[in-house]
Nanobody, 121 residues
Framework: VQLQASGGGLVQPGGSLRLSCAAS????????IGWFRQAPGKEREWVSC????????YYADSVKGRFTISRDNAKNTVYLQMNSLKPEDTAIHYC???????????????WGQGTLVTVSS
């Protein structure tokens, strides 16, 4: 199983980015997908997840209303659209695959390598 996260970069405050998580070796239809992030010197933080069956999205309070998670099962890819970015969103963002949607990292079995998002003027 491989998860390839991409789409990170440098953006000014208020800007937008769309992260992608492309999977191989696993069919994402059957799994929940989570996005997490880790800033320097901080613990890994849950950002969002989407359930396998109904595709219901869930968000951390810190990103609710600004981020949108979605999945394209035909492309075996999950996206995280990030709008109104703030400096505190700066972190390496990781996608992960698990059996059920959860905010806990330990509930996810496979992880991507991460993509760096930097929000700075």
């Amino acid at each position: 199983v491989q998860l390839q996260a991409s789409g990170g970069g440098l953006v000014q405050p208020g800007g937008s980015l769309r992260l992608s998580c492309a999977a191989s070796g696993v069919t994402l239809d059957y799994y929940a997908i989570g996005w997490f992030r880790q800033a320097p010197g901080k613990e890994r933080e849950w950002v969002s997840c989407i359930s396998s069956s109904e595709g219901s999205p869930y968000y951390a309070d810190s990103v609710k209303g600004r981020f949108t998670i979605s999945r394209d099962n035909a492309k075996n890819t999950v996206y995280l659209q990030m709008n109104s970015l703030k400096p505190e969103d700066t972190a390496i963002h990781y996608c992960a695959v698990g059996g059920s949607y959860s905010p806990r990292p330990q509930d996810y079995n496979y992880w991507g390598q991460g993509t760096l998002v930097t929000v700075s003027s």
